[in-house]
């Protein structure tokens, strides 16, 4: 069966089931994502990571939980957020097989190969989130979260430049052509759907606000088998920090 046939069924389950519970919670989430659209792993032609900076990536969402007592421990919670995910890299490469596009006095040339020198990437992705997840709240203080989420891409940017270096067109043998500075914009390239892995968790600091933490871990390389800008899958690893408020209690 289609994964998210499978997600959709667990969801409306958990939704309509909770109806049927004797305590329900209702929360507003909001938050900032902080991490990298990055390889598991640093691929040996990526030689040094210059520098990282993670861009303004809000998160706000709602939560339905339920639990079948006020005193049980074990739980479960559904719910839709709209997340934010980007960063800026620069880094030093080496034979590096990329798409990359160069301005001339004649106009753009397209090169395809690898490519050694200075990179910068820049990553600004936005999602519509369907977390699902199990809950342990072992006191009043605690509540701690794990399970999955799904979620489609419906914002996509991933670009930067390539610059002080050289492409080997065609590949590692290829001919030698020199860049001093050229671009690539690869947003269009992006799979539109992602599903992964994500726990956390939660904190109280008053009658209704929670502090939290949560790491989102991608399972689902976010290009395609078939993408050529890079020879290595790139995963959607970041942590939600924020806090959580809780509307209703039933």
């Known amino acids: 069966m289609n994964l998210r046939i499978i997600f959709l069924f667990i969801f409306c389950g958990l939704a309509s089931g909770a109806n049927a519970q004797l305590h329900l919670e209702h929360r507003i989430q909001a938050g900032f994502n902080i991490g990298g659209t990055a390889p598991v792993g640093l691929p040996n032609t990526i030689r040094k990571i210059n520098s990282y900076r993670?861009?303004?990536?809000?998160?706000?969402?709602?939560?339905?939980?339920?639990?079948?007592?006020?005193?049980?421990?074990?739980?479960?919670?559904?719910?839709?957020?709209?997340?934010?995910?980007?960063?800026?890299?620069?880094?030093?490469?080496?034979?590096?097989h990329t798409m990359i596009t160069m301005e001339d006095g004649s106009g753009k040339s397209e090169f395809e190969g690898a490519f050694t020198g200075k990179n910068r990437t820049t990553v600004r992705n936005a999602y519509v989130s369907f977390p699902i997840s199990a809950t342990y709240t072992p006191n009043a203080n605690w509540r701690l979260h794990l399970g999955g989420y799904m979620a489609w891409l419906f914002s996509a940017n991933f670009y930067g430049n390539v610059s002080d270096g050289y492409i080997r067109n065609g590949g590692?043998?290829?001919?030698?052509?020199?860049?001093?500075?050229?671009?690539?914009?690869?947003?269009t390239d992006m799979r539109r759907f992602d599903v992964g892995l994500q726990g956390g968790a939660e904190r109280s600091i008053g009658k209704k606000i929670n502090v939290m933490g949560t790491l989102n871990w991608g399972l689902r390389p976010v290009f395609p088998s078939e993408f050529r800008g890079m020879d290595f899958p790139m995963?959607?690893?970041?942590?939600?920090?924020?806090?959580?408020?809780?509307?209703?209690?039933?």
């Open 172 to 187: 590692s043998l290829g001919e030698k052509v020199n860049v001093e500075e050229a671009e690539f914009d690869f947003g």
């Open 235 to 250: 995963y959607n690893i970041y942590c939600t920090l924020g806090v959580s408020y809780r509307i209703q209690a039933q």
């Open 54 to 96: 993670p861009e303004f990536c809000p998160s706000l969402g709602y939560e339905l939980s339920w639990r079948p007592a006020n005193s049980a421990i074990w739980g479960a919670a559904v719910g839709v957020k709209l997340d934010y995910k980007g960063m800026t890299t620069t880094d030093e490469v080496m034979y590096f």
